[in-house]
């Protein structure tokens, strides 16, 4: 199976995902990931692959079963890529790759293919995107945008369960620390950079 079909496949099976978990995303990922595999001379058949697949079985946020979706999804790539010209090291790669780039499982991926998926996948939650993302996600999950009270965390732990901008402070702004990668690293450092820009310009707004 060609990239091209296995992008269709992927597009149909992602269509009634979240705006923030959408073929778009899947398609950004993939992006990131063509783009760290150059710089860090790893094999882009296989990273590409893991992008494509890495959302394969998504669930919103408060669905208990979000915190097993990238497990799920290792498996059914597992199953996809089984009917592909891939061998069986292969997909152990891509698979094992798929179930540890989600930030909730806390995993550190052992293989240069699993370092950069879950680093392109980090990306695509930092930056002008990141920014869009995490207020998709919170408006679909009813919460309200930040806490009247304090709303930058400064005297209390952030609850993102509760208010979409604590996520900034529970998660987004310390990815560029968690990368795995030189070439994302630097990537990140820009994309923190306008976050806080934003942040900077919604404390003069509110």
């Known amino acids: 199976m060609d990239f091209e079909k296995l992008k269709k496949q992927?597009?149909?099976?992602?269509?009634?995902?979240?705006?923030?978990?959408?073929?778009?995303?899947i398609m950004r990922v993939y992006n990131n990931s063509k783009r760290l595999a150059r710089k860090e001379h790893a094999n882009q058949r296989l990273v590409c692959a893991a992008a494509l697949l890495h959302d394969i079985v998504?669930?919103?946020?408060?669905?208990?079963?979000?915190k097993n979706s990238s497990v799920q999804s290792a498996e059914k790539a597992a199953k996809i890529l089984s009917g592909c010209r891939y061998t069986k090291g292969e997909i152990k790669i891509i698979s094992d790759a798929i179930r540890d780039h989600s930030f909730s499982r806390g995993?550190?991926?052992?293989?240069?293919t699993g370092k950069i998926l879950q680093d392109a996948d980090r990306l695509d939650?930092?930056?002008?995107?990141?920014?869009?993302?995490?207020?998709?996600?919170?408006?679909s999950e009813g919460r309200r945008f930040y806490s009247n009270v304090d709303p930058f965390c400064r005297m209390r732990k952030p609850d993102d369960t509760t208010w979409t901008l604590d996520h900034f402070y529970k998660k987004l702004l310390l990815l560029e620390k968690k990368m795995n990668t030189k070439?994302?690293?630097?990537?990140?450092?820009?994309?923190?950079?306008?976050m806080k820009q934003f942040l900077d310009e919604l404390k003069k707004e509110i």
């Open 107 to 112: 995993a550190v991926p052992e293989t240069l």
């Open 10 to 25: 992927v597009r149909k099976s992602v269509g009634k995902n979240d705006p923030a978990h959408d073929f778009e995303h």
């Open 58 to 66: 998504s669930y919103p946020k408060s669905d208990p079963r979000s």
């Open 125 to 139: 939650a930092i930056g002008a995107i990141g920014i869009a993302r995490a207020f998709s996600v919170g408006g």
């Open 183 to 194: 070439s994302a690293r630097q990537e990140a450092k820009r994309r923190v950079k306008t």
